[in-house]
Nanobody, 122 residues
């Protein structure tokens, strides 16, 4: 089991940037794929980005392509989500997850963080 803690959320104006971090503890961190998801009030959890264990494969939700970048530093047991050109519709709680494969579906991820709030003002 991997324990995950997100950080870096906050309030930002539209067009601004934030970088989220997800620190992991537990065994075999470097062998896990990682994902970011988000959930806005009243909406289903939405896929944001995923990265495989080695970092040479990434995937993004359609509305995030070109604006968000996922990366990982296995030496620091940390995954990052760089978010640029933020929009009010990006406002949500952002969750980090760990699983065996870098996919878009939540059921493939076995460990989840508590989430960090991102609010984008217009």
């Amino acid at each position: 089991q991997v324990q995950l803690v997100e950080s870096g959320g906050g309030l930002v104006q539209a067009g601004g940037s934030l970088r989220l971090s997800c620190a992991a503890s537990g065994r075999s961190f470097s062998t896990y794929a990682r994902g970011w998801f988000r959930q806005a009030p009243g909406k289903a959890r939405e896929f944001v980005a995923a990265i495989n264990w080695s970092g040479d494969y990434t995937d993004y939700g359609d509305s995030m392509k070109g604006r968000f970048t996922i990366s990982r530093d296995n030496a620091k047991n940390t995954v990052y989500l760089q978010m640029n050109a933020l929009k009010p519709e990006d406002t949500a709680v952002y969750y980090c997850a760990a699983g065996t494969v870098a996919v878009r579906t939540t059921r493939e991820y076995t460990s989840w963080g508590q989430g960090t709030q991102v609010t984008v003002s217009s």
